[in-house]
């Protein structure tokens, strides 16, 4: 079992920034992957970034070169630094952890960008 705790959301105006944070506690140590998701209102939730146990990255082409995901060595979190922001940013983020074949999910932090 692994339990996720994301924090950092808040309104920022478009072109500032600010850093997702997601505690991980529990089974950390067979966490195969962590990841961000965002669901807008009236929208399907959607992928934003993802980093392996190797450090390996990816992000979706909507956020490539703003924001940037990274992860501490015991892997009892992940980080999204998100610059440059956009009011079409705007939504709920997630945590997201892969461990075997199960998914695991944090409550969600909200995001809200003004124009």
């Known amino acids: 079992q692994v339990q996720l705790v994301e924090s950092g959301g808040g309104l920022v105006q478009a072109g500032g920034s600010l850093r997702l944070s997601c505690a991980a506690s529990?089974?950390?140590?067979?966490?195969?992957?962590m990841r961000w998701y965002r669901q807008a209102p009236g929208n399907q939730r959607e992928f934003v970034a993802t980093?392996?146990?190797?450090?390996?990255?990816n992000y979706a082409d909507s956020v490539k070169g703003r924001f940037t995901i990274s992860s501490d060595s015991a892997k009892k979190g992940v980080y999204l630094q998100m610059n440059s922001l956009k009011p079409e940013d705007t939504a709920v983020y997630y945590c997201?952890?892969?461990?075997?074949?199960?998914?695991?999910w944090g409550q969600g932090t909200q995001v809200t960008v003004s124009s």
């Open positions: 980093i392996s146990s190797s450090g390996t990255t």
């Open positions: 529990g089974s950390t140590f067979s966490i195969r992957a």
């Open positions: 997201n952890a892969i461990v075997g074949l199960r998914d695991y």
